[in-house]
């Protein structure tokens, strides 16, 4: 039987707090995770959650809002973080970022329509003595040229074919 | 595929046994940790630059209450821009920064460790488990380290989540309470009141590092490195225009000419000292020195090349700052936009000299009236560029392309 995806995600949510302690410093390491299985921390997920910190929604939306690594909304499977920082700048960048843009169709701040990628800049990635760098995930991938930007996005892809069986996550 | 290991220069750490540290520690009284600290007059290695044996004194010294317990937390933040050591040192050289945290509990008498580590990192994060799982099964950390009944410390990772505020300790203590990365008003101090409000030691990875040195090498080892009022050698993260970026050691007190020397950046054009909250250096300053009496860093070096516009420059680390301001007070809120914009007209050539002064008076205001370091420092680049490179800066003309100069 297939539970619904609302109910899904309302019991992992239970799961999760159950686990992390139902207190205020564990509400980051709770959104985390709770974005990590889902993709996103959606709104129904940030009300489960205040509800059981006994905190009010508002509370829980304000920290998810502040931090650029959580969001509400869903994003790509993989994300893509490319560094605007200066380190980066000076090796290249602009192009990386142009060439990303041409690979997988979409402009910075979108997701690609099959849901497996999406582009964003980011801040210093402690990378800067390899620029210019980016951040797929977790993964790290340094001194990036627009000749490489195929490999790193193909990187991606064998991993989709990998979990070939596996759907994105809930959107 | 995980080409992250940077070039590195060889390091004094390379050299401290794992152990030496802790054990000598564990010979001394806490005062006698604290007082050897001390001695060996070792400031911050974040930046800022307080004196790490002052800050553990006033942590042993404050008063828990009742049933809680005292913190030691290692901030693993590393957000400023052109700083990249601290992630050297986690992946090389984890022990010697757990084992210093380990000497601050002794020392302070804290129950529980943090570190508090950048999501940009987490991909050292299954190393760093590994380590403290190693510490854990070989009697370092957990219940009676080193079979001393009543020495109980662990540590624990928690991630950041993408805001560089929250490497300022009192918006990561924000953060570790699981709310908005929003900095404190100061006082009261960590170490006074910190994390869930009790006595709190924050201090930076290779702080850390360096405290496991020190209590295995000695104070007077220590200090007979560096400067008077800057003791030791330090860390830096050097990146830009040069032949061979990466990280290095120097004593505190190196001349800017002399770092340009070694990782191939002579003939550079200005450096940029601490990051984006650091000043921009030029040519005719390279005999200056990196310590705290004179370019004070938490060891961010950038170079850069003749050739390279030092507007485009400053227009980055404003993008940076407008970005990662918390806006929780006007000053850096509202003058960081104000002097992105600004920045745009001097591109565009469309900035009279009055308004270049009034965005000047406008950095002043920032750095006497925000609230915390982040806009206190962030016109800096801005102002020290302008002050340098003022043939840069005014009467540019728009090119075709849209481009500038
Ligand atoms: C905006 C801002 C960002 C900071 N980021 C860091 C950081 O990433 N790492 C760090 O160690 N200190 C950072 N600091 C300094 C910390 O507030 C604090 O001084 C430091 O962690 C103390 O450790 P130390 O004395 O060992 O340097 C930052 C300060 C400010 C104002
Ligand atoms: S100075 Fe900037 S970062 Fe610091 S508290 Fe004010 S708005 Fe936030
Ligand atoms: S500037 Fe890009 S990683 Fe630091």
């Not at chain 1, 995770?33 to 509370?59: K, N, T, Y």
């Not at chain 2, 020290?384 to 100069?405: C, Y």
Request: overall charge neutral.
């Amino acid at each position: 039987m297939l539970a619904n995806p609302q109910q899904q995600l309302l019991d992992d949510v239970q799961a999760i707090v159950g686990r992390l302690g139902r207190t205020r410093p564990a509400l980051l390491p709770i959104l985390e995770e709770v974005q990590a299985r889902h993709g996103c921390v959606p709104d129904a997920a940030m009300q489960a959650v205040a509800d059981a910190l006994g905190i009010h929604p508002s509370e829980v939306h304000g920290v998810v809002s502040f931090y650029a690594f959580l969001h509400h909304e869903a994003r790509g499977r993989f994300q893509l973080r490319l560094c605007r920082t200066i380190g980066c700048d000076l090796a290249g960048t602009a192009r990386v970022a142009r060439q990303l843009e041409n690979e997988l169709g979409i402009a910075f701040g979108e997701t690609t329509r099959d849901g497996r990628f999406s582009l964003e800049w980011a801040s210093c990635l402690g990378q800067c003595d390899q620029g210019p760098a980016l951040l797929a995930n977790e993964r790290v991938y340094t001194r990036v040229t627009p000749e490489r930007v195929h490999e790193v996005i193909e990187d991606c892809r064998r991993v989709f074919g990998a979990h070939a069986a596996q759907p994105a996550p809930a959107h | 595929m995980q080409p992250t290991e940077s070039k590195r220069a060889p390091l004094t750490f390379d050299s401290i046994e794992s152990g030496a540290g802790l054990a000598a520690a564990m010979k001394k009284s806490r005062a006698d940790i604290i007082a050897e600290l001390s001695a060996s007059r070792l400031r911050g290695r974040g930046g800022a630059g307080f004196p790490t044996g002052t800050k553990w004194n006033l942590a042993a010294a404050a008063h828990v209450r009742e049933g809680q317990f005292k913190y030691v937390v290692c901030n693993a933040d590393e957000g400023e821009p052109g700083t990249f050591k601290d992630r050297v040192l986690l992946l090389e050289h984890a022990d010697l920064v757990l084992e210093g945290m380990t000497i601050a509990s002794r020392a302070i008498g804290a129950k529980k460790g943090i570190l508090y580590l950048r999501a940009e990192y987490a991909y050292l994060r299954p190393h760093l488990e590994e380590v403290l799982a190693r510490r854990r099964a070989t009697g370092r950390l957990g219940q009676g380290i080193l079979r001393v009944t009543g020495f109980d410390f662990d540590v624990e990772i928690r991630m950041g989540a993408g805001a560089y505020v929250c490497g300022e300790e009192t918006a990561l203590i924000e953060s570790l309470e699981g709310n908005r990365g929003e900095p404190r008003n100061r006082p009261p101090f960590p170490v006074d009141t910190g994390f869930l409000g009790q006595p709190t030691v924050v201090n930076n990875v290779e702080t850390f590092a360096a405290v496991t040195a020190i209590l295995a090498r000695g104070a007077e080892w220590f200090r007979s490195m560096g400067t008077a009022a800057s003791a030791g050698f330090k860390l830096f993260s050097v990146s830009g225009d040069c032949e061979r970026p990466g990280v290095y050691e120097f004593p505190l007190g190196t001349t800017i000419a002399e770092l340009l020397e070694r990782v191939g950046g002579t003939g550079a054009k200005a450096v940029q000292v601490g990051g984006a909250s650091g000043t921009c250096v030029p040519a005719s300053q390279f005999d200056r020195r990196i310590a705290f009496e004179d370019l004070a860093t938490g060891g961010a070096i950038i170079v850069f090349a003749p050739g390279r516009d030092m507007l485009h420059v400053a227009r980055n680390f404003m993008e940076f700052f407008v970005h990662e301001s918390c806006g929780q007070c006007t000053p850096c809120r509202a003058g960081n936009a104000k002097l992105l914009e600004g920045i745009g007209m001097l591109e565009r050539g469309e900035c009279s000299t009055a308004y270049l002064q009034e965005l000047l008076a406008l950095c002043e205001t920032m750095q006497v009236a925000s609230k915390c370091g982040l806009g206190q420092s962030s016109p800096n680049a801005f102002v020290s560029i302008v002050r340098h490179f003022p043939d840069e800066i005014l009467g540019r003309t728009p090119t075709a392309a849209g481009g500038v100069r």
